[in-house]
């Protein structure tokens, strides 16, 4: 699976963006999806997560109420809303997919996801 994340930019504080992910070269519905963010010198870390089903979705504490994950099987996109951006949501965003069993997935850690896009930076100013 190729994944390919776009949408960054620079914003200002209180704006929101909206991330896409497209995937292409697998069957996308059978994935579930991830984006993480990491900024210089920090270890990439966890942000959202979608599973097959839909229904359930998962966020960082930091980010909940103001980001929403969704995906869009017909158009093979997972997106990520992000509304009030605050200058700490400044970073390289990345989305991944996965295609470990939902009952043991562990969604928060990186290494429990099986492809990855290239990032995509988000700036926000003050």
């Known amino acids: 699976v190729q994944l390919q994340a776009s949408g960054g930019g620079l914003v200002q504080a209180g704006d929101s963006l909206r991330l896409s992910c497209t995937a292409s070269?697998?069957?996308?519905?059978?994935?579930?999806y991830g984006w993480f963010r990491q900024t210089p010198g920090k270890e990439r870390e966890f942000v959202a997560a979608?599973?097959?089903?839909?229904?359930?979705?998962s966020y960082r504490d930091s980010v909940k109420g103001r980001f929403t994950i969704s995906r869009d099987n017909a158009k093979e996109t997972v997106y990520l809303q992000m509304n009030s951006l605050k200058p700490e949501d400044a970073a390289d965003y990345y989305c991944?997919?996965?295609?470990?069993?939902?009952?043991?997935?562990?969604?928060?850690?990186?290494?429990?996801?099986?492809?990855w896009g290239q990032g995509t930076l988000v700036t926000v100013s003050s």
């Open positions: 070269g697998g069957s996308f519905s059978n994935y579930n």
């Open positions: 991944a997919a996965s295609n470990r069993n939902d009952n043991t997935w562990n969604y928060i850690n990186r290494r429990a996801y099986d492809y």
């Open positions: 979608i599973f097959r089903n839909f229904r359930q979705t």
